[in-house]
């Protein structure tokens, strides 16, 4: 399944105030359920260019 989302921005708050804000990126929906991603699950996020891989830690 594809879903686009856009990535937003969120102010970041402490030390780190030389950048005002941070790319944000938020799931949340129904969906998740649907893949078996539910509430309290531990989940590994991977980050490489162009790609962020989401999976669900057993």
């Keep these: 399944m594809k879903k686009i989302n ?5 102010y970041r708050h402490g030390v780190k105030r030389d ?3 941070a790319p944000k990126l938020t ?3 129904h969906i998740l359920e649907k893949y078996g991603f539910f509430i309290g699950d531990k989940v590994n996020v991977e980050y490489s ?3 962020i891989t989401i999976s669900k830690l057993n």
């Design 6 to 10: 856009t990535i937003s921005y969120q």
């Design 19 to 21: 950048r005002p804000t």
């Design 27 to 29: 799931i949340a929906n």
């Design 49 to 51: 260019p162009n790609l």
